[in-house]
């Protein structure tokens, strides 16, 4: 029986509402909010631009913070791929960025190159393990070869 490291095996990105990103997205929208009252504009021009930050700050908390509907939620993590809950393939984009507080996972989908999800996960949002392991694999990053190809992109001889 061949010995496999914790850090090779898959992670399944269950994520939960992260707290940290809530107060991070509401101190950056709120001063947004508050730099509207200086500027030499008319009232109601001030009145709308403030609605339409305030509704980008609701899709953004709703979308982002607590995952809803997010196309990377419940997808399958492997060495430098990944399988969605729809079971479309993407690859992890070389510009994935980890931080002891916070991971920005890039997938780059097989399908449609030019199409990149990006994934904002707060180290609140996910299992501690799976966030320890998530940030090993973007710090040292496997080769891409054959073997570690997601499915769809393998190279035939």
Not at 41 to 62: D, E, G, N, T, V
């Amino acid at each position: 029986m061949q010995k496999t490291s914790v850090f090779t095996e898959s992670i399944a990105l269950t994520l939960h509402p992260s707290k940290s990103f809530l107060i991070v997205l509401s101190i950056i929208y709120g001063g947004a909010g508050v730099l509207l009252i200086p500027l030499q504009l008319p009232f109601w021009l001030k009145i709308s631009l403030f609605i339409i930050l305030m509704l980008h700050a609701l899709y953004s908390i709703i979308y982002e913070a607590f995952y809803y509907q997010h196309p990377v939620q419940n997808a399958i993590l492997h060495l430098t791929y990944a399988i969605y809950a729809d079971q479309t393939h993407a690859q992890i984009h070389a510009s994935s960025y980890q931080h002891a507080y916070l991971i920005v996972l890039r997938l780059q989908h097989t399908n449609h190159p030019k199409k990149i999800d990006t994934l904002i996960i707060f180290a609140d949002a996910i299992a501690p393990q799976s966030f320890k392991q998530i940030r090993i694999r973007l710090k040292h990053p496997y080769p891409t070869d054959n073997k570690q190809l997601s499915p769809s992109l393998k190279k035939t001889d």
